[in-house]
Protein backbone atom coordinates (compact mmCIF):
# COMPACT_ATOMS: atom_id res chain seq x y z
CA UNK A 1 0.00 0.00 0.00
CA UNK A 2 1.31 3.59 -0.93
CA UNK A 3 0.85 6.38 1.48
CA UNK A 4 1.38 10.28 0.71
CA UNK A 5 1.86 11.78 3.98
CA UNK A 6 -0.01 14.72 4.39
CA UNK A 7 -1.04 14.85 7.97
CA UNK A 8 0.82 13.00 10.43
CA UNK A 9 -0.75 12.54 14.04
CA UNK A 10 1.35 14.11 16.89
CA UNK A 11 0.97 11.36 19.40
CA UNK A 12 2.29 7.67 17.89
CA UNK A 13 -0.82 5.71 19.28
CA UNK A 14 -3.08 7.90 17.01
CA UNK A 15 -0.59 6.14 13.88
CA UNK A 16 -3.00 3.26 12.32
CA UNK A 17 -0.81 0.23 11.82
CA UNK A 18 -1.69 -3.08 9.99
CA UNK A 19 -0.58 -6.68 11.32
CA UNK A 20 1.53 -9.42 9.07
CA UNK A 21 -2.62 -11.23 9.20
CA UNK A 22 -4.32 -7.60 7.98
CA UNK A 23 -5.91 -6.86 11.26
CA UNK A 24 -5.07 -3.35 12.75
CA UNK A 25 -2.41 -3.35 14.98
CA UNK A 26 -3.77 -2.71 18.88
CA UNK A 27 -1.18 0.30 20.62
CA UNK A 28 -2.76 -0.49 23.87
CA UNK A 29 -0.44 -3.57 24.06
CA UNK A 30 2.33 -0.98 24.31
CA UNK A 31 0.71 1.34 26.88
CA UNK A 32 3.27 1.19 29.90
CA UNK A 33 6.01 -0.25 27.86
CA UNK A 34 9.29 1.06 26.14
CA UNK A 35 8.80 -0.06 22.39
CA UNK A 36 11.42 -1.22 19.43
CA UNK A 37 10.41 -0.49 16.17
CA UNK A 38 12.82 -2.19 13.47
CA UNK A 39 12.59 -2.59 9.84
CA UNK A 40 13.53 -6.03 8.75
CA UNK A 41 14.17 -8.13 5.75
CA UNK A 42 14.33 -11.72 5.49
CA UNK A 43 17.45 -11.82 3.00
CA UNK A 44 19.63 -9.18 4.50
CA UNK A 45 23.41 -9.14 5.83
CA UNK A 46 21.46 -8.38 9.29
CA UNK A 47 18.60 -10.80 8.98
CA UNK A 48 20.35 -12.85 12.17
CA UNK A 49 19.43 -10.04 14.14
CA UNK A 50 16.20 -11.45 14.68
CA UNK A 51 17.59 -13.88 16.78
CA UNK A 52 18.37 -10.91 19.23
CA UNK A 53 15.73 -9.22 18.83
CA UNK A 54 13.44 -12.49 19.64
CA UNK A 55 16.10 -12.81 23.15
CA UNK A 56 15.42 -9.09 23.78
CA UNK A 57 11.70 -9.72 23.96
CA UNK A 58 11.45 -12.57 25.79
CA UNK A 59 13.70 -10.84 28.62
CA UNK A 60 12.03 -8.04 28.65
CA UNK A 61 8.78 -8.69 26.91
CA UNK A 62 6.89 -7.43 30.65
CA UNK A 63 8.48 -3.75 29.83
CA UNK A 64 9.20 -4.13 25.99
CA UNK A 65 7.33 -4.33 22.77
CA UNK A 66 8.93 -4.55 19.63
CA UNK A 67 7.51 -4.10 16.39
CA UNK A 68 9.07 -5.33 13.33
CA UNK A 69 8.24 -3.78 10.23
CA UNK A 70 8.76 -5.73 7.14
CA UNK A 71 10.46 -3.27 4.20
CA UNK A 72 11.78 -3.96 0.58
CA UNK A 73 13.06 -1.00 0.34
CA UNK A 74 16.97 -1.73 0.36
CA UNK A 75 18.35 -3.59 -2.08
CA UNK A 76 14.59 -5.70 -2.78
CA UNK A 77 15.61 -7.83 0.51
CA UNK A 78 11.55 -8.06 1.76
CA UNK A 79 10.52 -9.68 -1.56
CA UNK A 80 7.86 -12.35 0.05
CA UNK A 81 4.11 -12.29 0.99
CA UNK A 82 3.02 -11.90 4.49
CA UNK A 83 2.62 -15.53 4.76
CA UNK A 84 5.90 -16.25 3.60
CA UNK A 85 7.57 -13.37 6.10
CA UNK A 86 5.27 -14.94 8.67
CA UNK A 87 6.83 -18.83 8.35
CA UNK A 88 10.48 -17.42 7.56
CA UNK A 89 10.48 -15.33 10.99
CA UNK A 90 8.85 -17.99 12.83
CA UNK A 91 10.41 -21.10 11.28
CA UNK A 92 14.22 -19.75 11.35
CA UNK A 93 13.78 -17.51 14.30
CA UNK A 94 11.15 -18.12 16.60
CA UNK A 95 9.55 -14.93 16.34
CA UNK A 96 6.99 -14.10 18.51
CA UNK A 97 6.76 -10.36 18.62
CA UNK A 98 4.58 -8.18 16.31
CA UNK A 99 4.94 -7.96 12.66
CA UNK A 100 3.14 -5.23 10.76
CA UNK A 101 2.74 -5.43 6.91
CA UNK A 102 4.92 -4.67 4.85
CA UNK A 103 6.18 -0.72 4.83
CA UNK A 104 7.41 1.76 3.12
CA UNK A 105 10.24 3.32 5.66
CA UNK A 106 11.64 6.49 3.32
CA UNK A 107 10.96 8.79 0.43
CA UNK A 108 7.70 10.93 0.01
CA UNK A 109 5.66 7.69 0.44
CA UNK A 110 6.99 6.17 3.46
CA UNK A 111 4.39 5.59 5.99
CA UNK A 112 2.69 7.64 8.32
CA UNK A 113 4.75 5.83 11.48
CA UNK A 114 8.38 6.33 9.90
CA UNK A 115 7.18 10.18 9.24
CA UNK A 116 6.17 10.55 12.61
CA UNK A 117 9.62 8.32 13.32
CA UNK A 118 12.12 10.45 11.59
CA UNK A 119 11.07 13.89 11.99
CA UNK A 120 12.13 16.13 14.84
CA UNK A 121 8.97 18.36 13.51
CA UNK A 122 6.54 15.26 14.66
CA UNK A 123 7.60 13.19 17.11
CA UNK A 124 9.67 16.08 19.51
CA UNK A 125 13.54 14.62 19.72
CA UNK A 126 15.60 14.64 16.57
CA UNK A 127 14.87 13.70 12.72
CA UNK A 128 16.81 10.69 11.16
CA UNK A 129 16.79 8.80 7.53
CA UNK A 130 16.46 5.36 7.51
CA UNK A 131 19.88 4.05 5.76
CA UNK A 132 18.97 0.70 5.80
CA UNK A 133 17.35 -2.51 6.98
CA UNK A 134 17.29 -3.16 10.87
CA UNK A 135 17.14 0.34 11.95
CA UNK A 136 15.79 0.60 15.39
CA UNK A 137 13.74 3.39 17.08
CA UNK A 138 13.49 3.56 20.97
CA UNK A 139 10.38 4.72 22.57
CA UNK A 140 9.94 5.26 26.12
CA UNK A 141 5.99 3.94 28.08
CA UNK A 142 4.28 6.94 26.67
CA UNK A 143 5.24 6.11 23.06
CA UNK A 144 7.75 9.37 23.08
CA UNK A 145 10.95 8.45 20.76
CA UNK A 146 14.07 8.22 23.10
CA UNK A 147 16.58 7.39 20.37
CA UNK A 148 17.55 4.98 17.06
CA UNK A 149 20.08 3.12 16.30
CA UNK A 150 21.66 2.28 12.75
CA UNK A 151 21.66 -1.16 11.82
CA UNK A 152 24.96 -2.37 13.20
CA UNK A 153 23.83 -1.85 16.50
CA UNK A 154 22.65 -5.68 17.40
CA UNK A 155 19.57 -5.63 19.78
CA UNK A 156 21.09 -7.13 22.89
CA UNK A 157 23.93 -4.09 22.65
CA UNK A 158 24.31 -2.14 25.77
CA UNK A 159 23.57 0.74 23.91
CA UNK A 160 19.88 -0.34 23.79
CA UNK A 161 19.72 -2.82 27.11
CA UNK A 162 20.75 0.06 29.25
CA UNK A 163 17.67 2.16 27.93
CA UNK A 164 15.65 -0.44 28.63
CA UNK A 165 16.14 -0.10 32.97
Not at 27 to 44: D, H, P, Q, R
Request: hydrophobic letters at 35%; glycine letters at 6%.
Amino acid sequence: MVYIVKEIPKNLYDIQLKTLQGDVFDWNSCKGKKVLIVNTASECGFTKQYKELQELYELYKDKLEIIGVPCNQFGKQEPGDAKEIQEFCELNFGVTFPLTEKLRVKGDDKHPLYAWLTSKKHNGVKSSSVKWNFQKYLLDENGNLIDFFYSITKPMSKKIVNKLS
